[in-house]
Structure formats: structure tokens, C-alpha cells
């Protein structure tokens, strides 16, 4: 990756951390209560699980790049739609935008820079690739979190954020457009060598049941979605309890906290995974069942300090375990798949949200923050447990070893070399 591919990747993350400390806030500002809010992220949930493999199908076929600009646009659109919201059916259009964008910047991008990556410098970059795309993205999440926080806190209103969230994508929009260059195979010219889409689909399926072990990764993704959408939505308005009522600038500091202490976890499973002797499936395996017991941990605390550090140690752990989880699911995809294979990635996590936006929809009255924490924590928790059971009793095999299937379908659109 150039040093202008890395800032393009980074600012795209800097951009969404703007709105991250006040999205919800911004939400029940416009219209929604704490009932209605889940709702809202259920239909954002549903358009991008619409969505999420066919644009990572299009990217594949049509260009990545074009992809994740047509994202940038959708981006525009729903944060103009928001900027004008004060009633429930505005910020129902501008939530099903905000999930077309989010539905085709996913894997795009990261697709696009990781075969580039490892066609100048080898398989053997993958872990390194993937924990350096993390790390940007982290450290883009974060300062981008903090400048969000501080900007609210500065002008006292939401629209200060959006305003510019919308600079900020217009101005990637020309980043990406001159220094963000695709791969020819990946353009409309090849199109016509390409598959079919439901061949693409099917290929991808065989993929993924080629290890059984695969198939659990995805399954995971799931229940990370799950969890991830519960401490995404209330922690904000949890917080909130522990903080002075100009306490806003608060929670542009934890989101800087939380999404910086993940490239902690990033660096930490970087050096694990370059550890010949450490397998990459225990890294993934530990990281799942800490981060379990660290939510359960989180959902009991009284103090904002306690809630600031617990916090930050689902993020470190969710670090770590997304750089063994994406150094997996890399390592077993083929080239020309890659963006489909991300995009179904995502459409897992959205999934999981979308489970997750159901049950606190319904069950935030009886249980408040702490109990959907507990509920979800302990999902979690027994899922990875079992993970770990079943993957070290049942399935024996050498795992730095490439699949067979992966092989045999990565040789095409790679010139016969395998991924």
C-alpha cells in the first residue's frame, strides 16, 4: 500500500468516527426514544443484510473502487436527509441510505488494497496486511471519535457533527477518485470472463463448507454482531448517568479510548500470528471467550471509571480477535472472491445486529443496559467455548495449510497462483 492509499483508508475511518459518540444521541435528537432507536438500527441492520453480499458480488465484478465510491455517495445522501430530519420518517430514509453506503463501502476498499498488497509482496504478508488496514482503521475510528465528541461540545448542536461528516466524505470522494487506483481485472472489461453471479454464490458457499472450521468463523461473526450492536447502542446513554450534564465531550474521549486501545489488540495479534508455533485458531479462540467475560464484567459496573476501563478491554479484545478472524478468512479465500468474501463477513455482523436490535427493542424496559449486556455477554461466551471444544476435538487438522477448495478455485482471475 502507498503512503496516499493508507491516508485515503484511514480518513474514510476518521470520517465515520465523527458521528460515532452522538450517532444515537443524534438519533433521539430527531425524533426516536429508546424504543423506537433499536428500530431504527433494525431497518439499518436490514437494509445492509440486503445488500452486503450482493455489493461485495458487484465489487468483484465491476471494480472495487467504483463500489466504494458509489458508498460515498449513498453516505452523502443520508446524512443530508438526517441534517434535515425532525420527524420519525426522514430519519427512516436517511437510515436505509446510511445502510446502502455502509453495505458498499464494506470490503470494497479493503478488498481492493489487500490484493494489491499481497500480489507486490506474497502470501506471506497477510497477517501483516490485515493488522496494518486494522490499525488505520482504529486509529481513524478513534481521533475521529474524539473530534466528534469535542465538536458537539463546542457548538452544542448535532448538526455541527454532520455538517462535517459531509465535508469529510465529499473531500474522500476526490482522494479516492485521483489516488485510489483498480486493478484492470477487477473492471468492466473482464467482466465478460468473469462467472456468473449464482456460479460466484455457489463457489463461495463450497468455499466456506470446504473447512468445517471456516464455516464457524462466520458463524461467530454472528454473535459478535450480536454483542457489538448492544454495547454500540447504550453505552452512550449508559454513560451518560456517570457524567455532569455538559459532559458531552465525555463520549468523543471513550469512543478516542475504546477505538484506540483496538490497535493495541491489533499489534498484540500481529505478534502472535507472525509466531510460527502459536495457532492462529487459539489466538481467534482466547480473544473470543475473554472478550465474553470482560462483558459480563462491563454490564455490572456503577462508576464511570470502571465503565471507561471495561470498556476499553472489549476493544483491545476485539482487536486482537478480528485480526486472527480476518487473517483466517483471507487466508482461505480466493483473489477473485475476496470482496464477496468481506462483504459476507459484514452481512454476518448484520445480522447479529439485527438479532440483537430485536431483542433490546423488546426487552430494554425489563432488563435496562446491564441486563442486555448480561444476556449478551453470556451468548457470546458459551458460543466461543463450544467453538473451542469442537475445533480442538473434531476437526485435527494442520490449519496452516492451504484448503484444497480454496486452491482449486484461486487459481482463477490469480494466473494459477494460489491465494
Known amino acids: 500500500m502507498t503512503k496516499m492509499q493508507q491516508i485515503v483508508y484511514a480518513a474514510n475511518s476518521f470520517s465515520t468516527g465523527i458521528m460515532i459518540p452522538v450517532l444515537t444521541l443524534t438519533l433521539l435528537d430527531k425524533g426516536s426514544d429508546l424504543q423506537t432507536l433499536p428500530l431504527l438500527l433494525m431497518i439499518y441492520s436490514l437494509t445492509v443484510l440486503c445488500l452486503e453480499l450482493p455489493s461485495g458480488i458487484l465489487a468483484d465484478m465491476y471494480g472495487r473502487k467504483t463500489v466504494f465510491l458509489l458508498s460515498c455517495g449513498f453516505m452523502m445522501v443520508s446524512f443530508i436527509l438526517l441534517l434535515l430530519a425532525d420527524e420519525i420518517v426522514?430519519?427512516?430514509?436517511?437510515?436505509?441510505?446510511?445502510?446502502?453506503?455502509?453495505a458498499f463501502c464494506s470490503g470494497s476498499l479493503d478488498a481492493l488494497l489487500i490484493d494489491q498488497t499481497l500480489e507486490a509482496h506474497g502470501e506471506g504478508c497477510i497477517a501483516k496486511v490485515t493488522s496494518r488496514l486494522a490499525a488505520l482503521e482504529s486509529c481513524g475510528l478513534a481521533f475521529g471519535g474524539l473530534a466528534g465528541g469535542l465538536i458537539y461540545n463546542l457548538t452544542g448542536t448535532y448538526s455541527s457533527n454532520i455538517i462535517v461528516r459531509l465535508t469529510l466524505t465529499a473531500i474522500l470522494i476526490v482522494l479516492?477518485?485521483?489516488f485510489i487506483k483498480d486493478e484492470p481485472q477487477h473492471g468492466?472489461?473482464?467482466?465478460?470472463?468473469?462467472?456468473?453471479?449464482n456460479e460466484i454464490i455457489r463457489r463461495g458457499g463450497r468455499v466456506i463448507l470446504s473447512k468445517p472450521k471456516f464455516s464457524l468463523i462466520f458463524i461467530g461473526i454472528l454473535f459478535t454482531g450480536f454483542f457489538l450492536f448492544t454495547v454500540e447502542t447504550y453505552w452512550q446513554p449508559a454513560l451518560m448517568q456517570f457524567t455532569p450534564p455538559n459532559g458531552t465531550w465525555v463520549l468523543?474521549?471513550?469512543?478516542?479510548?475504546?477505538y484506540f486501545t483496538i490497535i493495541f489488540g491489533n499489534i498484540i495479534a500481529q505478534k502472535l500470528l507472525d509466531r510460527s508455533k502459536i495457532s492462529w485458531w487459539n489466538v481467534y479462540n482466547i480473544c473470543r471467550i475473554a472478550i465474553a467475560v470482560i462483558i459480563?464484567?462491563?454490564?455490572?459496573?456503577?462508576?464511570?471509571?470502571?465503565?471507561?476501563?471495561w470498556y476499553a478491554g472489549i476493544y483491545i479484545l476485539l482487536g486482537a480477535g478480528n485480526v486472527a478472524e480476518s487473517s483466517l478468512i483471507n487466508k482461505y479465500t480466493p483473489k477473485n472472491m475476496r470482496a464477496s468474501m468481506l462483504s459476507l463477513s459484514s452481512l454476518m455482523t448484520q445480522i447479529g445486529g439485527l438479532c440483537g436490535s430485536l431483542f433490546s427493542s423488546i426487552m430494554i424496559l425489563r432488563l435496562h443496559?446491564?441486563?442486555?449486556?448480561?444476556?449478551a455477554g453470556a451468548i457470546s461466551g458459551i458460543f466461543a467455548i463450544a467453538v473451542t471444544i469442537v475445533s480442538n476435538i473434531k476437526?485435527?487438522?494442520?490449519?496452516?495449510?492451504?484448503?484444497?477448495?480454496?486452491?482449486?478455485?484461486?487459481n482463477e482471475g490469480n494466473n494459477g497462483k494460489q491465494v
Open 395 to 410: 476437526y485435527k487438522v494442520e490449519e496452516e495449510m492451504q484448503p484444497m477448495l480454496c486452491s482449486q478455485f484461486g
Open 369 to 375: 443496559f446491564s441486563g442486555i449486556w448480561i444476556v
Open 188 to 197: 468492466m472489461k473482464q467482466q465478460k470472463q468473469r462467472i456468473k453471479l
Open 90 to 102: 426522514l430519519l427512516i430514509i436517511a437510515i436505509i441510505f446510511f445502510g446502502l453506503g455502509r
Open 176 to 178: 479516492s477518485s485521483v
Open 252 to 258: 468523543g474521549l471513550v469512543t478516542f479510548i475504546g
Open 296 to 309: 459480563l464484567a462491563f454490564a455490572f459496573q456503577k462508576s464511570a471509571a470502571g465503565f471507561v476501563c
